[in-house]
């Protein structure tokens, strides 16, 4: 699959702060997905984005698929130590039913 | 719960060993992926099966080989393998290939 350029690669914030994080790709993509995952465990989706423009909410989680639809971010709100965990970018390329991935942003949440 | 169960959790063996990697849908999914996961590294896809065939091999040494005998089954073969082979194993399904994935807990393998 094609890779994906993720930002920041790791992320050390206090409880209460907001975290953003992309994911950028240079040809376009049909979905964006987003996981979670948790040491000892697998990914765990979180949102899924199917259209340019959309913009998905999942409780403290936003997020926008990329009007040029090669970009997608994510948003944390009012963080909790509970979001620690690495966040994965993934997506189907137009040409492509495989997923693409992105390294991983690591989140570090201080109390 | 995840509807993607893998067993086992950990498995350490040695380079002569031969063992099996299971994973089990309960999703009413017609793909399965396997999906090798290093540090540092995004995941790196290794088998696709859609409705029991393979479509996919995604340039895998040989000593790795998968048997689908049903959507709902998927196993991974392992046997003669390399220190290099230390990983977790992801196990994922979705509804169609181009469809979401949902991922099992992984398998923690250890190569002595």
């Known amino acids: 699959g094609q890779q994906l350029n993720q930002s920041p690669q790791s992320m050390f914030i206090q409880e209460g702060e907001d975290v953003s994080m992309n994911c950028t790709s240079s040809s376009i993509f049909n979905t964006w997905l987003w996981y979670k995952q948790e040491p000892g465990e697998g990914p765990v989706l979180l949102i899924a984005l199917y259209k340019a423009g959309e913009l998905t909410s999942n409780g403290r989680l936003t997020a926008q698929f990329g009007i040029t639809r090669k970009d997608s971010f994510l948003n944390i709100s009012a963080s909790i130590p509970s979001d620690v965990g690495i966040y994965f970018c993934?997506?189907?390329?137009?040409?492509?039913?495989?997923?693409?991935f992105g390294a991983g942003t690591t989140v570090t949440v201080r109390a | 719960e995840t509807g993607v169960t893998q067993t086992p959790r950990h498995l350490v063996m040695g380079m002569t060993n031969k063992k099996s990697l299971k994973c089990e849908q309960h999703?009413?999914?017609?793909?399965m992926y396997w999906y090798k996961q290093s540090a540092k590294k995004p995941l790196e896809l290794m088998f696709v099966y859609n409705f029991k065939e393979q479509t996919e091999n995604n340039s895998v040494p040989s000593r790795f080989s998968p048997e689908c005998p049903n959507s709902s089954h998927l196993f991974l073969h392992l046997h003669t393998l390399q220190p290099e082979d230390s990983a977790l194993y992801l196990c994922?399904?979705?509804?169609?290939?181009?469809?979401?994935?949902?991922f099992g807990d992984g398998t923690r393998l250890s190569i002595l």
């Open positions: 999703l009413g999914h017609n793909a």
């Open positions: 993934a997506g189907h390329p137009s040409n492509d039913y495989k997923l693409s």
């Open positions: 994922a399904s979705s509804q169609d290939r181009g469809q979401p994935q949902h």
